[in-house]
């Protein structure tokens, strides 16, 4: 007999299946608990609760494992491309030489975006903040390829909608980062890798050549892969649960955008960089910002330390900590704010609220070093982290559409008001 759980509540006992992954993860199933019991389970923040079963990325948070469709992220980050990664992801396999370069041709073929998009993109405000505007331009797409809303749309229909996004995406970030300096946009490149043609997009002035730099164009390209999905996390986890509506890929993808913004998710990088400025400028004295981290009384927390399910290490951090010394040797730079990233780093690896609370530092301690050694702009740094997300988020909405999941809707405890009567407006 295969293994169950037990639960005994009001004297009666319930088997709950427990079910257990390829890697030997267990988890109790209790989708059918309250239809025989009338229980829920309540976890604030699903903190132990598994959303669904899922074949594209395994992480041992206590081990520090990664790993994207069985490669671990250690072998894909030093050997691979974030193209091949992003076949990887979507489609399951490593693409044979052919099928890639088709891949890679289509991608390119679909990087220009409808000259209406510039008169969208007119209308936003110059100081808006390019994760506003990138979810805004995917949601976009829904009325450029209004075919693709369609929740029954074929599967060479749903592909099509795969490459555009990710055809398009450096398309938009780019032009969101011209907009915000009021600069012209540049086209694409189609005889350009996908990071290079975006950094022409970005960087290109009229009149002036850019030759991209292949350390930049390949240090953003290890970045991508590092990002470029983690499981279930908070933004993943809305994307999959806006496509469970039956909600179309690039509405889903823009709900992820959106998720991802807040500095406790991706716009942890931008804020790590802003803290390490402050820090900085305050002195550099780390052990004061160490205790404020520390006091309960005080609502600063050490960004880019911390993690939901790592609490070993963050293989990603490893990874691109040695980047950015890689990075900022090979172009010539010298970030003080490494410096100061480096010592808090060792502070908190030897203090003991740190310590004994699993605190490490996370991918994005270091990324923002990277990026602004690349010359990315700090409000462009969460961009960059959705950029790199993306082949994960459609692998996750297609794997959910895939297995025809149900609509995501989670139960609660309400602990509001009993029925009372209605008071009416005159007599309050
Ligand atoms: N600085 C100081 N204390 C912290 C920190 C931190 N960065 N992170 C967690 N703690 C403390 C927290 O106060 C709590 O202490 P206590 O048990 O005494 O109440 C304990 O550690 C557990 O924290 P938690 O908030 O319950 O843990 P969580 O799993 O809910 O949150 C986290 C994880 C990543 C949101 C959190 O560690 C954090 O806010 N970190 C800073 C923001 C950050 O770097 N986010 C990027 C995450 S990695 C990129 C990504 O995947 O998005």
Redesign the pocket.
């Known amino acids: 007999m295969s293994e169950t759980a037990k639960i005994i509540l009001d004297g009666k006992e319930y088997n709950l299946p427990v079910v257990e992954g390829s890697e030997n993860e267990k988890a109790i199933d209790i989708s059918q608990l309250r239809a025989q019991s009338g229980y829920i389970t309540l976890d604030y923040?699903y903190?132990n609760t598994g959303s669904t079963s899922s074949a594209i990325t395994f992480l041992d948070g206590e081990k520090g494992i990664l790993r994207y469709r069985g490669y671990s992220i250690e072998d894909l980050a030093e050997n691979s491309s974030f193209m091949e990664v992003a076949y990887l992801l979507i489609y399951g396999e490593l693409p044979s030489k052919d099928v890639f370069e088709k891949f890679d041709q289509n991608i390119r073929k679909h990087t220009l975006i409808h000259e209406d998009i510039k008169k969208i993109l007119d209308g936003f405000p110059s100081k808006s903040h390019p994760m506003g505007v990138l979810s805004s331009l995917v949601t976009t797409q829904t009325a450029f390829y209004p075919e693709s809303l369609d929740p029954s749309r074929s599967p060479e229909g749903v592909d099509l909608s795969i490459i555009r996004i990710l055809a398009k995406m450096p398309t938009f970030v780019a032009w969101a980062h011209k907009h915000k300096l009021g600069h012209p946009v540049v086209y694409p490149n189609v005889n350009m890798d996908y990071c290079s043609n975006m950094l022409q997009m970005m960087f290109k002035m009229p009149g002036n050549d850019y030759d991209v730099d292949p350390v930049v164009s390949n240090a953003l390209d290890k970045l991508l892969i590092l990002h470029a999905d983690?499981e279930q996390?908070c933004s993943t986890s809305t994307v999959r649960i806006t496509g469970s509506s039956r909600a179309s890929l690039y509405a889903s993808v823009s709900a992820g955008i959106n998720a991802l913004w807040g500095?406790?998710?991706?716009g942890?990088n931008q804020a790590v960089i802003e803290m390490l400025e402050n820090i900085k400028a305050d002195g550099g004295d780390t052990k004061k910002w160490m205790a404020k981290?520390?006091d309960k009384d005080d609502p600063f927390?050490?960004?880019?330390?911390?993690?939901?399910v790592y609490k070993n290490f963050d293989p990603r951090a490893r990874i691109i900590k040695k980047a950015a010394d890689d990075v900022l040797e090979k172009l010539g730079i010298q970030d003080p704010v490494l410096d100061v990233a480096k010592g808090l780093e060792a502070e908190a690896l030897s203090d003991d609220y740190f310590v004994e609370?699993k605190?490490y530092p996370?991918?994005?301690f270091y990324s923002g070093i990277i990026y602004r050694a690349l010359g990315i702009p700090v409000d462009m740094f969460t961009v960059m982290f959705a950029l790199g997300r993306l082949p994960g988020w459609i692998a996750q909405w297609k794997e959910m559409r895939e297995n025809s999941e149900p609509i995501g809707r989670p139960r609660q405890v309400y602990v509001g008001e009993n029925l009372r009567p209605y008071v009416p407006l005159s007599k309050r």
């Open positions: 923040g903190k983690h996390n500095p406790l998710h991706g942890a981290a520390k927390r050490l960004m880019g330390f911390g993690h939901r609370r605190l996370n991918v994005d």
